[in-house]
């Protein structure tokens, strides 16, 4: 099955200062990649996907990208606020009839004003 | 729409005592899924169901664990008997069949504390 990797698992940032957080995953099969963010106490949320047939796309201050062939995906988050701190998380889905999700195991991102 | 409903939103019970969990997928959503989440090993698929039909069950951890959904509109996941090893987050998300790949949205889950 699917296994998705994710680093770091905590990450600090000054207000202002840019985040990344990267992701692997093993299926080649795998064509759709979501990140969510979850807040302490809260559900995940859906913050930008991207599918495998492009290699970036961008929402404001939030983009990710996708390397098919290293089989990695990464978020970037420009220009952090102190309400971006959550936990993020990746995930993977292969095509077909299994349309589960596999989660990385996290990123608790704290941005210090 | 009123998204994933899940209940309780926090349930404390008794080592051996059997819970249930309760999950009300958004209208029209045909895949339902249930996750287990805690500091140690994060986001667990336990149980997917497509069309009221379980599809992927190796998630759930031992036979103390089982899940149902009855029709469209409801699903129960049920611990019995319950241990305190179970205590959790138990997340509840649905998604639609209308694209291959669409976004799973999350209930605000259920808090299982098991003493």
């Known amino acids: 099955g699917e296994n998705v990797e994710q680093h770091p698992s905590t990450l600090s940032v000054q207000e202002g200062d840019s985040a990344v957080i990267k992701c692997t995953y093993s299926d080649s099969a795998s064509n759709y990649f979501p990140w969510y963010k979850q807040e302490l106490g809260k559900r995940p949320q859906l913050i930008i996907d991207i599918r495998s047939n492009v290699g970036e796309k961008k929402d404001q201050r939030i983009a990710v990208t996708l390397n098919k062939t290293a089989k990695h995906f990464s978020l970037h988050i420009t220009e952090t606020q102190p309400e971006d701190s959550a936990v993020y998380f990746c995930a993977a889905r292969t095509s077909g009839s299994a349309r589960q999700l596999t989660f990385g195991s996290g990123t608790q991102l704290t941005v210090l004003p | 729409d009123a998204g994933v409903i899940q209940s309780p939103r926090h349930e404390v019970t008794e080592m051996g005592q059997e819970v249930t969990l309760r999950c009300k997928p958004i209208?029209?959503?045909?895949?339902l899924f249930w996750y287990r989440q805690t500091m140690m090993r994060g986001l667990e698929l336990l149980i997917y169901?497509?069309?009221?039909?379980?599809?992927?069950d190796s998630g759930m951890p031992e036979d103390r664990f089982s899940a149902k959904m009855p029709n469209a509109s409801f699903s129960t996941l049920k611990i019995q008997p319950s241990e305190p090893r179970d205590s959790a987050v138990y997340f509840c998300a649905s998604s639609h069949p209308r694209t291959p790949d669409t976004e799973a949205f999350f209930g605000q889950g259920t808090r299982l504390t098991v003493v």
């Open positions: 169901f497509n069309n009221n039909v379980p599809i992927d």
């Open positions: 209208s029209g959503h045909n895949s």
